[in-house]
C-alpha cells in the first residue's frame, strides 16, 4: 500500500513538473551556474577552440600555459557580458575563423612570441564570449552572467589540462600527434566556413 | 520477496517509464534549431567508400614508407587540403567535369597513390605534398559538401575529419611493416591492390550513370506547391 502511494505520488510529481526546455541553453536544472558548463560541454563549436588553444599553449611552454590557463576564461567572461549588454550577434561566421586561426597554429607549431600566443587566446575567448553572451540574451533574459561563470570555470579546467598535458609531453612523436589533431581542428574550421557561406547563398 | 510484490514493483517501474516518456517533450534547446545529429553521418562517410578508404591508407601507407616527415607531414597535409576541397564545393565552385570530373579524380587518386606505394617511390617532399593535396582536394570536393539534410554541418565535419584521419592512421600503422623485408613486400602487395581497385573505380566512373539530384518527396512538393498557390493568390503573377 505504502508502496502504491509512493509511486502514485512519483507519478503525480512528473505529471505537475512537465515543462518543455525552452532555452538555448542545455538546461540542466540545477541552476545557470551548472547550465553553462552544461551549455560548454555539450558545445563542439566552443570546447574544441578551447582545446585547440590548449594545445597551442602547452606547445609553446610553460609562460604561455599559465597565462592562457587564467586570461582564456576572464577574456571570455568578460567578452560574455559585452555580448550580454549589445543583445545583438554579429552574423559573420566567426566561429569558423577561431576553428582555423587556432588549428593552423598547432599543426604549423609556430613559434609565436609568449605574449602573442596568450593574446591570441584571448582574441578568441572574448570573441566566442561575446557570442554566447548575446546568444543568451537573444534566447530570453536570464541569469546570464551566472552561465557564463559556469563556462568560464569549465574553460579554466579544459585549458589547465590541456596545457598542462602538452607541456608535459617530451616525446617527438607525441608532439606530432599533437599538430595533426591542430590540422583536423583547422580542416573542420574550414568546412564549417563552407556550410555557413552556402547558407547565406 | 514473494511474486506478488515483485510483479508490483516491476508494474510500477514500468508505468513511471511510460509516463515519462509519453509526457515529454522536446527540448528546444540550443542555438542551431532544427538540426540535429550530424557526427555519425561524418564518422561513417569515409568509411563507407572503397574509393576513400584506398586514398586514405594509401597515403598513410606512402607516408611510412618516406619516413620522418613525411609520415606527418602527408597526414597533416590531406585534411586541410581535404577540407578546402569540401570548401569549395559547399561554396558553388565547380570542378570540371563536375560529377563524373569527381569520380575520375577520385579513381586516379587510387591509382596514383596505389603506384607510388607500390613503386615505393620517394620524390622530394614538396612534390609528395603537391601530389596528396591534389587528390585530397578532390576527394573533399566529393565527399566533404554530402551532408544529409537536417544535420548539424559542424558535427558532420567533425565525423568526417575524425574518420579521415583515423584511415590516415591505419595506413601509417600498416605501413610501420615497411621496417621488415616480408612487411615492405606486403605494403606493395597492397599498393598493387589499390592502383587495381583504382581503375575498378575508374571504370565505374565511366559506365555508371551519374546520381540524378534527389526530387523532393510527395508530401513536400504538395506543400511547396499549395505555398505557391498560396503566394500567388496573395500577390498576384507578376
Given at each position: 500500500m505504502r508502496r502504491s502511494r509512493y509511486s502514485l505520488f512519483l507519478v503525480l510529481t512528473t505529471l505537475l513538473m512537465q515543462r518543455s526546455a525552452q532555452a538555448h541553453l542545455v538546461t540542466t536544472g540545477l541552476g545557470p551556474v551548472y547550465d553553462g558548463i552544461g551549455h560548454f560541454s555539450l558545445s563542439p563549436d566552443d570546447s574544441i577552440p578551447v582545446v585547440a588553444l590548449g594545445l597551442l599553449a602547452g606547445l609553446r611552454g610553460k609562460g604561455p600555459g599559465r597565462g592562457v590557463m587564467f586570461q582564456l576564461p576572464l577574456a571570455w567572461f568578460g567578452g560574455g557580458v559585452a555580448g550580454l549588454m549589445a543583445n545583438t550577434a554579429p552574423s559573420i561566421p566567426l566561429r569558423c575563423i577561431s576553428f582555423m586561426l587556432a588549428g593552423v597554429l598547432v599543426a604549423t607549431d609556430l613559434r609565436l612570441p609568449d605574449m602573442a600566443v596568450v593574446g591570441v587566446a584571448m582574441a578568441i575567448g572574448f570573441m566566442h564570449g561575446f557570442l554566447d553572451g548575446a546568444g543568451f540574451q537573444a534566447a530570453g533574459p536570464g541569469k546570464g552572467a551566472l552561465q557564463l561563470l559556469g563556462i568560464a570555470a569549465m574553460i579554466f579546467v579544459i585549458a589547465t589540462m590541456t596545457a598542462a598535458l602538452v607541456v608535459s609531453i617530451r616525446s617527438y612523436w607525441a608532439r606530432i600527434v599533437v599538430r595533426v589533431a591542430g590540422s583536423w581542428v583547422a580542416a573542420i574550421g574550414l568546412l564549417m566556413l563552407g556550410w555557413a557561406l552556402r547558407r547565406v547563398q | 520477496m514473494n511474486r506478488s510484490v515483485r510483479m508490483t514493483r516491476w508494474v510500477t517501474f514500468l508505468w513511471t517509464i511510460a509516463t515519462i516518456l509519453i509526457l515529454s517533450q522536446p527540448a528546444q534547446a540550443h542555438i542551431v534549431a532544427g538540426e540535429s545529429g550530424g557526427f555519425l553521418s561524418g564518422l561513417k562517410h569515409p568509411w563507407s567508400g572503397?574509393?576513400?578508404?584506398?586514398?586514405?591508407?594509401?597515403?598513410?601507407?606512402?607516408?611510412?614508407?618516406?619516413?620522418?616527415?613525411?609520415?606527418?607531414?602527408?597526414?597533416?597535409?590531406?585534411?586541410?587540403?581535404?577540407?578546402?576541397?569540401?570548401?569549395?564545393?559547399?561554396?558553388?565552385?565547380?570542378?570540371?567535369?563536375d560529377q563524373i570530373g569527381d569520380e575520375i579524380g577520385i579513381a586516379a587518386s587510387a591509382i596514383m597513390l596505389g603506384l607510388v606505394v607500390l613503386m615505393a617511390a620517394r620524390p622530394p617532399l614538396a612534390a609528395a605534398m603537391t601530389l596528396v593535396g591534389i587528390f585530397g582536394l578532390c576527394h573533399g570536393y566529393a565527399h566533404g559538401r554530402e551532408l544529409p539534410p537536417g544535420q548539424s554541418g559542424l558535427l558532420y565535419s567533425i565525423g568526417f575529419v575524425v574518420a579521415t584521419g583515423t584511415l590516415h592512421a591505419l595506413g601509417i600503422t600498416i605501413g610501420l611493416l615497411h621496417r621488415w623485408k616480408a612487411g615492405r613486400g606486403f605494403i606493395r602487395t597492397a599498393g598493387a591492390a589499390i592502383t587495381l581497385a583504382g581503375f575498378y573505380f575508374l571504370y565505374s566512373a565511366f559506365h555508371e550513370e551519374p546520381e540524378k539530384p534527389a526530387s523532393p518527396p510527395a508530401a513536400v512538393s504538395t506543400v511547396m506547391s499549395l505555398q505557391s498557390v498560396t503566394a500567388i493568390s496573395v500577390h498576384g503573377v507578376s
Open positions: - | 572503397w574509393d576513400h578508404i584506398c586514398a586514405m591508407v594509401a597515403v598513410g601507407m606512402w607516408g611510412a614508407q618516406l619516413g620522418v616527415p613525411a609520415i606527418w607531414v602527408l597526414p597533416v597535409t590531406f585534411p586541410v587540403i581535404m577540407a578546402f576541397g569540401g570548401f569549395l564545393g559547399l561554396i558553388g565552385v565547380r570542378f570540371p567535369g
